[in-house]
């Protein structure tokens, strides 16, 4: 509350753009992926190995980053985690906060911030289905937009560079999804 009484004194007393540094921001767009998969494993099954992943942290663990508990944070009221690179590792440190954990329902909600400029929203919900499973994953979050130099920032270009951009998340996505969740629990 303090800091926010902090920054208004100072768009008060020298205008808005002293909260601003001289780089423009960039051009973010939201963008929200998705994928569904159905599997052959009971939900609880699914839901254990989806915990375990990002609940934990084991999914970070793997890429080579330490995860280090938030107990101080009044925000991350739910948990959440860092992760702080290991030596000799590439991997982009991350904090994690969750928003839902309800186990229930098989329902994981939560917010990562790495080095992205904005951080991203992340559901995942396992539920029965006919054969077994689905898991479904959901991401939300601001995108930075790469228009080439000169390009006029439309509502016309952006949702052309937007939807070559989510071609590309989503076939990411699928990658992840096939084997961080569907080949790891053959």
Known sequence: MAQSRILFIVALLFGSNALHSAEPDPLLALMTDSHVVELEQPPETVWAHVKRLYHAGDRYRARGLKIVPITDEPAAFLGGYRGVAEQNSDARELVVHFSAVD??????????????????????????????????????????????????????????????????????LREIVDREITQALK
């Open 103 to 172: 186990d229930d329902n098989m329902f994981l909600s939560m917010y990562m911030d790495s080095l992205l400029p904005r951080g991203l929203y992340i559901t995942h919900d396992v539920s029965p289905s006919p054969n077994g499973s689905r898991y479904q994953v959901i991401i939300h979050g601001y995108m930075p937009v790469d228009l080439p130099e000169g390009v006029v920032p439309t509502s016309e270009k952006v949702n052309e560079w937007m939807t070559s951009y989510l071609t590309s998340h989503n076939e990411g």
